[in-house]
């Protein structure tokens, strides 16, 4: 079994190897350039396991930032019968592209 973690950004959390190509919530990162997160939940090295309460302490995860662009549409449609009361609202996330590097 290869080493994995689980991370937490943007208020959700992701599994990935290394290796592993992720979507996330836009960081303030520059394309190209790398990143460390420490809000890693569990992490393993293939054979142990470690949980945080609620972040491990000492582990990390190094991304490399390969661009950023915007999710799908999101469109939200609210009607009120009877009424003509209509309205529609939409909405993209900015994310940002990333490949793990590493796992600590």
């Not at 836009?26 to 809000?39: C, F, H, N, P, Y």
């Amino acid at each position: 079994m290869e080493a994995y973690a689980v991370l937490e950004t943007g208020g959700k959390q992701a599994l990935v190897k290394v290796g592993d190509k992720i979507e996330i919530e836009k960081l303030s990162v520059e394309a190209g350039e790398d990143t460390t997160l420490t809000t890693v939940l569990a992490v393993s090295d293939g054979s142990a396991l470690k949980v945080g309460t609620p972040y491990v302490e000492g582990a990390s995860v190094t991304l490399s930032v390969v661009g950023h662009k915007r999710g799908p549409k999101v469109i939200n449609f609210k009607a009120k019968r009877r009424k003509g009361d209509r309205r529609t609202v939409g909405h993209r996330q900015s994310l940002t592209v990333a490949v793990v590097k590493a796992i600590q």
